[in-house]
């Protein structure tokens, strides 16, 4: 699995959302509350950018005309017609069996483990002759 480095943690704020690409594939990354989560951008009706579309909540009822919001900020609604995606999974709300957007796994790694290696520089003994500088290979 190749693993790309999109962004600083900083750069995308809990409530935030960021369009990268990987690859030459659009990716939606989302900051949910401290945790990232990232989905393919394109919306599967007709392409719209999801990146740019509404943060939504899920509206659930027990019965007709009583309902309660929850998980709010988790769904993202497409700017074109308005079908709705769980940020966390890419399962379509419109059609949850049939149309989904595809998840990447996205986490936070300190930087230092991303430049860490077994990094070696070559050197050289250097000596001074006469106003010269000499290096010996």
């Known amino acids: 699995m190749d693993r790309h480095v999109v962004a600083k943690v900083a750069d995308v704020q809990p409530g935030d959302r960021k ?5 030459g594939r659009p990716i939606a990354l989302f900051n949910l509350k401290g945790e990232f989560f ?5 919306c599967p009706h007709e392409a719209g950018s999801l990146c740019s ?3 939504v909540g899920l509206a659930e009822a027990d019965v007709p005309g009583e309902y309660r919001l ?5 769904f993202i609604k497409c700017p074109w017609h308005g079908w709705e995606f769980d940020i966390r999974t890419g399962q379509s709300w419109c059609d ?13 790694e300190p930087g230092a483990e991303l ?3 077994p990094y070696v520089a070559e050197t050289f003994k250097v000596t001074v002759e006469d ?3 000499v290096i010996n290979l």
Do not use: F, M, Q
């Open 53 to 55: 579309g509404r943060l």
């Open 96 to 108: 949850p069996t049939g149309t989904r957007v595809r998840a990447y796994d996205a986490k936070v």
């Open 38 to 42: 990232a989905i393919g951008d394109k």
């Open 19 to 23: 369009l990268v690409t990987v690859k």
């Open 115 to 117: 430049n860490k290696g």
């Open 70 to 74: 929850s998980r709010s900020g988790e």
């Open 131 to 133: 106003d010269y500088v």
